[in-house]
């Protein structure tokens, strides 16, 4: 049952194919099944020589890379056990995960990561040894050593230690959004449960002829088990280590498969509307919304599974050969298997690509659910839900509409903490997810987070992340944190687009001096609460907002007012800015 036997099975069927690329002295560059499989297995063999046995845990603090992928799957096939780290934590954050989870070993990224990993091996006795993926790091510590010298003399053959369906693969702390991070155990039967599923459920035609990119975090659930998918089907998968070269890499790498978090396109469906806005040429903007027209009937058909009539498909070539081939060159001019979670999306923007073919497939799932419990089907999903159940997965709603789950994708628990346990498991063995929900025909529709639920002093109930999800659907708005707990109405803490609302400022009339300044003119004011009172037409009056601040600067991971994830850390935001959101009150 270890799920790393696949290594051996696809390098015995697959040889020579490309099984995964990265970029290396500014180079993108492959390596075949054969040299995965022997990299691996001289990397388990490494760990063995190092003193890691099995059910030891072996973290990877570190950046997407080949070497992130390969020590992962390394410590599974000798029965040891993953615990993945956010590159982005702090000492603090990684001393925690290290020293609860007993980790005995580090595999470290870059040199402030090492730095804080030799100072965290003073402060906890499980740590025993730090391996560098970089030879460019600087060893300053005893029991480090770099990633190429322990592998370069290691032996090449391996037996992968056998594992039970319940026995632990890997352990990921999760992001913390309140209270202390929980240690997930994720088991060798969840994520093989979970691939099995996807594979089901989605039917892949010629899946091993592939490629995926992996742009989000290894350490999160949603791109380790979809890139891990991706590896047990014989896709070839891409390691992207700096995301803010994004735009960039799709262009060179042209995957046809990438997941990304609803920020990304967001991010692509408003440059568009800001570039169609400013466009001055009435021409092109006729053949856009022409373009427009026929894709979105021809999307409709599609969805509904129903036959696309000869004409049609006659006018979304000419529209796609004319409008959408552009923007989906941006994309690298391939992709065509996007799945999409962590957060709420709006239907307009899934609509919208659709529309131009890039099709998004909404999911939801849970870190400890092994990610996907619900997803989009292929045809016949109906936009605004997180679509349907896949695999084993049991839903049914309990107490305060929360969705309860059931099925082989679910944790075995979390790490030594038993009361939590208890607190997130029924005595039925349901577990409680925290969000809250709809379930009717067969559909799960999210409606909150429990725990994010706010009620105003008037008793109106305020669901906050559908507020600002329709907020940042505006080019203008970066970031938004929605305020009504206890307050007799709605207020909200916006950090602008920078690099958006810069460019504005002249037609304005507004100089800029520091952003701390210029926020502070009525003219910037105004345009924000133009785009508001917009974007929040359809909601109702007490779910509007009243009155907001415009803050200079964004919410950083590195000062904990968000997660590694991208997520509002809501109380350590509100007590940072307390006194501005004191004075919406006044």
Sequence with gaps: MNISNFIEINAEKFVTKPAIGFKKYDEWKDISWQMFRRTIYKTANALKKLGIKENDRVAIYADNSAEWIIMDLATMAIGAITVPIYATNNKEQTLYCIKDSEAKAVMVGNQEQYDACAEIMQECETLEHIIAAKKSTVLRAKNSCHFETIIVKSPEDLEIVPKEEDDIATIIYTSGTSGTPKGVMITHGNFANAFEAHFEFF???NFTEETSLAFLPLSHIFERSWTLLCLYGGAKVVFLENTKLIAHTLEKVKPTMMCAVPRFYQKIYCAIQENLEKSNNTTKK????????QGEIYAELKRQGKS???????????????????IKKKLGGNLWFMPCGGASISPEIIKFFDTIGVHITVGYGLTETTATLTCFPNTHYEYGTAGVPIGSTQIKIGENNEILVKGKSVMKGYYKMPEENEK?????????TGDAGIFKNNTLTITDRIKDLMKTSNGKYIIPQSIENLLTNSNLIQQVMVVAEGKPYVTALIVPNFEVLEKKLNALGVKLTSWKETLKNEKIYQLYQDVITELLNPLSGYEKIKKFVLLPKDFEIHLGEITPTLKIRRQVVMSKYANEIESLYF
């Design 203 to 205: 039917k892949f035609k």
């Design 286 to 293: 006729r053949l856009f919304y022409w373009a427009l027209k």
């Design 308 to 326: 696309i009539p000869l004409g049609l498909r006659f006018r979304n070539g000419i529209a796609n050969a004319l409008v959408f081939k552009k």
């Design 424 to 432: 997130v498991f029924t005595r039925d063995g349901w577990f409680k």
